[in-house]
């Protein structure tokens, strides 16, 4: 079978985006009247503009308040989602984050 994605960007001034799947051809409809009122729940709980917030502003290594740490990836095993703080100096130059 066919899966079928509908993937739009939520918020005016982050990239967030939703992403809806189904395996019905014929729910596009409906993934769309969902993802209409998944937005309303998010910006009446202002749960969309806590996430703008925290994207608007990245978290760096100094954060965790581990001395000497540069920089670090975290992958959970059970979203396989991946955490990474912004790069800093000395990594901030491309060529430097491949040594």
Do not use: W
């Not at 998010?42 to 760096?60: H, I, N, R, S």
């Not at 308040?65 to 991946?82: E, G, N, T, V």
Request: charged share 25%; proline share 4%; net charge negative.
């Amino acid at each position: 079978g066919y899966l079928y994605v509908h993937d739009s960007y939520i918020s005016e001034t982050q990239d967030i985006s939703l992403v809806l799947i189904t395996n019905e051809r014929e729910q596009h409809i409906t993934i769309i009247e969902c993802k209409q009122r998944i937005v309303e729940q998010m910006t009446a709980q202002k749960t969309l503009e806590k996430l703008e917030g925290v994207l608007a502003t990245p978290f760096v290594c100094a954060d965790t308040k581990i001395p000497h740490l540069r920089h670090f990836i975290y992958k959970s095993q059970s979203s396989s989602q991946i955490v990474c703080p912004e790069y800093t100096a000395p990594y901030t130059a491309e060529e430097d984050r491949k040594h």
